[in-house]
C-alpha cells in the first residue's frame, strides 16, 4: 500500500538558517511526488513537484528513489516561509488518487 | 471564478444526525477530491472522481457517502454522524489529475458531533 509519512510534526528555525523538511514514501509503482503548502489564513496549495525539477520561492525537492524520499529544501529561511507544509504522492497507476502525509508546521523565527 | 467554495464553513452536529457537506467548482476540471483533516493526522483521502457519474474510495471512507451527477458538484454525505467524524473537511479539484494538473482546495468545513 501507498504511504506518505514526514516524521518531523513542527520544525523550528531562525532566519537565514537552512530549511530541510522531509519525507519518506512507500509504493511499488513509479511515483509522482508533490509538495503542498498552507499559509495561515489561506487554502492549501500546490508548491512543487518532482517531475518540474523547478525552484519555487527558493525550495527545491529532489526524488531520491533509491532511499524512497522527497525531502523539500531551502538553503536559507524566510520568516514568511512559516506555513504547514505537507508532502503527496500519487502514480502511474493510482488513477487519480493523490495521498498525503501528516503535515509539518515550519516556523522561521527573525 | 469562484474556484472550488464549500459549504456550511461550520456545523456542529449531534450524534446520529446526518448532513451533506456541499463542494462546487466552476473551474470545469474533471477530478474531484474530498479530505479530512485532523490535528497531527495531515489529511486523509475520503472519497474522489475522475469525472461525472464516476467515484471511488479513498483511505477512510467508512461513514462516508458521495455522488457526482454533474461536473460541478461533489456532494458528501453523512448518514449517522458520529465523534470520530469530528474534523475539517476539505473538498478539492483538478483539471487532469494531480499528476497533470494541481489540486485546488476549498476553505474547508468545520464539522463538530457531540
Known amino acids: 500500500a501507498q504511504r506518505v509519512t514526514q516524521p518531523e510534526k513542527l520544525l523550528s528555525v531562525f532566519k537565514g538558517a537552512p530549511v530541510e523538511l522531509k519525507c519518506n514514501y512507500s509504493y511499488s509503482g513509479s511515483p509522482e511526488l508533490f509538495w503542498y503548502v498552507q499559509y495561515s489564513r489561506q487554502r492549501l496549495q500546490l508548491l512543487l513537484r518532482h517531475i518540474s525539477r523547478e525552484s519555487i520561492k527558493g525550495f527545491t525537492a529532489d526524488l531520491n528513489k533509491g532511499e524512497t524520499s522527497f525531502h523539500l529544501k531551502k538553503p536559507f529561511a524566510q520568516e514568511e516561509d512559516s506555513a504547514m507544509y505537507y508532502c503527496a504522492l500519487s502514480g502511474n497507476n493510482q488513477g487519480g488518487k493523490l495521498i498525503f502525509g501528516q503535515g509539518t508546521e515550519l516556523s522561521v523565527k527573525p | 471564478n469562484a474556484g472550488v467554495t464549500q459549504t456550511p464553513k461550520f456545523r456542529i452536529l449531534k450524534i446520529g444526525q446526518s448532513m451533506t457537506l456541499q463542494c462546487a467548482q466552476d473551474?470545469?476540471?474533471?477530478?474531484m477530491y474530498w479530505y479530512r483533516q485532523d490535528p497531527g493526522m495531515g489529511l486523509k483521502l475520503i472519497y474522489y472522481s475522475v469525472g461525472a457519474g464516476i467515484t471511488d474510495k479513498g483511505e477512510v471512507p467508512n461513514g462516508y457517502n458521495v455522488s457526482r451527477s454533474t461536473t460541478e458538484d461533489f456532494p458528501l454525505r453523512l448518514e449517522l454522524a458520529a465523534p470520530s467524524q469530528t474534523s475539517v473537511y476539505f473538498c478539492?479539484?483538478?483539471?487532469?489529475?494531480?499528476?497533470?494538473?494541481?489540486?485546488?482546495f476549498g476553505n474547508g468545513t468545520r464539522l463538530t458531533v457531540t
Open positions: 473551474m470545469n476540471h474533471n477530478y
Open positions: 478539492a479539484s483538478s483539471y487532469e489529475g494531480p499528476t497533470s494538473s494541481p489540486l485546488h
